[in-house]
């Protein structure tokens, strides 16, 4: 495992909202508050079918006070365009989808100027919305970046969670759902596990793991059964069952 800060290449779907409704209908559509966002403020989201289910991760930054980029997993876009376009009706935003190259820099100590955080936000990973190498630290490779990835417990959408999944199952409930917000969709199985202290057929989790482990493989974790989503080398992401 690599503890020095590296940089790696990252392709990200991007779609872009802009208009005079943007904020407004982003913040009914997502379950993160848009409504108070400040230019160039980044925030964790989810956005979510009306039965509750996991339509995608995302990443909203506010470019202006009438524009939002929101970028996702490469291959992702087109469903959260699909989705956001579903219930757009007689509401002043544009939606595009684009894809781009930026950077991933990962084991952080330093603040970079210009950079987006990512995944937790606890300031250890962020990234550059650019496609230019950053000299100051070293290339790592993508065996790198996924490692990180996993040991941050960092879900991939379509690999360790897909659209049939819930929001709690994807562990990262604490930093992408607003509670105080207004409605939304999915709104109501997301309040009603959180105010029953409800818990999900399936937790991902972060464990390391014998040699020899691969995906799709069974493993047990304090008396529970799970099975691998995500690998690299003894680290993994784990679907535990409840």
Known sequence: MTTETFWVPLARDVVTASGADARAYLHSQLSQDVSGMRVGETRQSLVLQPSGKLDGIIRITCIDGETFVLDVDEGCGDAVLARLNRFKIRVKVDLSLGRENWVAVRNVTTPIPGSIPAWRSDGSAVDLRRERAIADYKQGSLEDYEQ???????????????????????????????????????????????????????????????????????????????????????????????
């Open 148 to 242: 990180a990835r996993i040991i941050a417990a960092w879900p991939k959408m379509n690999v360790d969670v897909t659209a049939a999944s819930i929001p709690a199952e994807t562990g990262i409930i604490d930093i992408a759902v607003n509670f105080t917000k207004g409605c939304y969709p999915g709104q109501e199985l997301v309040e009603r596990m959180d105010s029953r202290g409800s818990i999900a057929p399936r937790q991902l989790r972060y464990i390391q793991v014998g040699e020899g482990a691969e995906v799709g493989r069974e493993v047990e974790f304090e008396g529970r059964q799970g099975v691998i989503t995500s690998l690299s080398g003894t680290h993994a992401l784990v679907a535990l069952q409840r």
